[in-house]
């Protein structure tokens, strides 16, 4: 009996880990969704692409967080939300920010992100986790 409790709370477990993952992926999926929106909006609705970018942005905030605290951080959201803090879309334009998680994306493997700190000519140093939080 015992080995079957253990054996269903590995099941339980497993199916709570691939739930989160694709709650985070959903969540990506969404923010990524927001910014192609308001990119396209940028010109003709200003007003409309902002909504969609501040939209965007609490989707990745929330997952950069997420993620963290999971201590798997996400690279692509740490690249999009870098690239937002860069042009300034739905966000203050911030390039410490910008630079600091485009840089945490890069080190987490991202070639778009270290496409950005070249162009921008940013400098990496060390960043902890806990100073990407949103």
Avoid at 2 to 10: G, W
Avoid at 22 to 27: G, I, N, R, V, Y
Wanted: charged share 25%; with cysteine; aromatic share 10%.
């Amino acid at each position: 009996k015992i080995l079957l409790k253990v054996d269903k709370m590995k099941k339980l477990f497993a199916i709570i880990l691939l739930s989160f993952s694709f709650a985070q992926a959903d969540l990506y999926f969404s923010a990524f969704q927001k910014v192609i929106k308001g990119k396209r909006l940028l010109h003709k609705d200003p007003k409309r692409a902002n909504i969609e970018f501040i939209e965007a942005a609490g989707y990745l905030k929330q997952l950069i967080n997420n993620s963290i605290e999971t201590n798997k951080p996400n690279a692509n959201a740490l690249k999009l939300l870098g690239e937002m803090y860069l042009k300034g879309w739905g966000i203050e334009q911030n390039y410490q920010e910008a630079e600091k998680l485009l840089c945490a994306a890069a080190n987490y493997g991202n070639l778009q992100a270290q496409k950005l700190i070249k162009r921008n000519n940013f400098i990496c140093t060390k960043i902890s986790l806990k100073e990407l939080k949103q």
